[in-house]
């Protein structure tokens, strides 16, 4: 999908790092054209800034988006969603860190999940790299308590998973 997407603007080496930017925020492009959080617009020069493109770079993503069908469904509908992972310890909860084998293998998720729920532990938030966005996919697992170091060694015995770390 994202290769798809990407296409769209391969001649516009700029462009592409606005539009990452903007999905691997999970910012909306409302109906004016204006780069949203819910209802809180992102000023351009800001976007521009974290891109290293000029304003007028990110000026005419948006009007891109806004004009192809495709990318205007998507970027109407994108959300962010709050990732635990820095802040899980300080709530009492534990942290899974897995490095895969391959990021694009099936069943990774559902491997891991099963180890975990052995040892009678909840998952309440799993978050995926996509190998699209990043060189070195992980998989963070959230936990509803700490972990114990002794699933390490269980986790590490899956095929698909080639390092681990708790916190």
């Known amino acids: 999908m994202w290769s798809i997407l990407l296409r769209k603007f391969?001649?516009?080496?700029?462009?592409?790092?606005?539009?990452?930017?903007?999905?691997?925020?999970?910012?909306?492009v409302n109906d004016e054209g204006k780069v949203t959080s819910g209802a809180i617009e992102?000023?351009?020069?800001?976007?521009?800034?974290?891109?290293?493109?000029?304003?007028?770079?990110v000026d005419s993503t948006t009007e891109v988006i806004l004009s192809d069908e495709q990318l205007s469904k998507i970027f109407h509908?994108?959300?962010?969603?709050?990732?635990?992972?820095?802040?899980?310890?300080?709530?009492?909860?534990?942290?899974i860190i897995i490095t895969p084998d391959d990021?694009?293998?099936?069943?990774?998720?559902?491997?891991?999940?099963?180890?975990?729920?052995?040892?009678?532990?909840?998952?309440?938030?799993?978050?995926?790299?996509?190998?699209?966005?990043?060189?070195e996919p992980k998989l963070t697992i959230i936990t509803d308590t700490k972990v114990p170091g002794s699933i390490i060694e269980e986790l590490l015995k899956l095929d698909s998973v080639k390092g681990v770390s708790i916190s």
């Open 42 to 57: 992102i000023a351009h020069t800001q976007l521009a800034r974290e891109a290293g493109v000029d304003r007028r770079v």
């Open 103 to 135: 990021a694009s293998s099936k069943g990774i998720i559902s491997e891991v999940s099963t180890v975990i729920a052995k040892h009678n532990i909840s998952i309440r938030q799993a978050v995926s790299d996509d190998p699209a966005f990043t060189d």
């Open 77 to 95: 509908n994108v959300k962010s969603i709050p990732f635990l992972r820095d802040v899980a310890p300080l709530l009492g909860q534990g942290v």
């Open 10 to 28: 391969e001649k516009y080496p700029a462009q592409q790092k606005v539009l990452k930017l903007i999905f691997e925020r999970g910012f909306q």
